[in-house]
């Protein structure tokens, strides 16, 4: 493995749209798969229109093995609130993951935030994803505790 991460790029996204759509066959399963397209569309990170407005924000990265994409990492700035980021989504390719690629994704966003004198990361996990809570606490967050509201309509 000839790993490296650097900033995201436009011409990346099918890339990134397909790793993401690996990690959620993997975190929903059969259900995924039987889910309308559009349903499907709508529990991925990397829509288009998603995937635009995060990736020039100077806090996305992709890991990549040998020049190929295997993991990305959404991140931006919450604005109006200057000095905060929040981590969107961290996705790698499953045959890649717990190899510590995350962590190399979130150390190098942890460094940019440095230089732009980010005082703050935020990340959301859903406490029934254990990857995600063991690569924060590697990293070094403070898990908190998570409530959700939901409303159906």
């Known amino acids: 493995m000839d790993i490296s991460v650097r900033q995201m790029k436009d011409s990346d996204y099918e890339a990134v749209h397909h790793i993401d759509i ?3 066959k993997q975190y929903l399963g059969d259900e995924f798969d ?4 559009e349903k499907q569309e709508k529990h991925l990170v990397s829509r288009i229109s998603e995937f635009l407005i995060n990736v020039n924000t100077g806090f996305c990265f992709v890991a990549e093995d040998e020049g190929k994409i295997i993991g990305f990492l959404l991140a931006h ?3 109006p609130f200057h000095g905060k980021l929040y981590i969107r989504y961290v996705g790698l390719d499953p045959k890649y993951q717990g190899k510590g690629l995350g962590v190399l994704m979130c150390n190098e966003l942890v460094k940019k935030a440095y230089e732009n004198n980010i005082e703050q990361i935020t990340a959301l996990i859903n406490l029934d994803n254990p990857q995600s809570l063991k690569l924060c606490e590697k990293v070094g967050f403070i898990i908190k505790d ?3 509201a939901v409303l159906e309509l």
């Open 34 to 37: 039987h889910l309308s397209e």
């Open 22 to 24: 690996l990690t959620q």
């Open 146 to 148: 998570r409530k959700e």
């Open 77 to 79: 700035e919450t604005l």
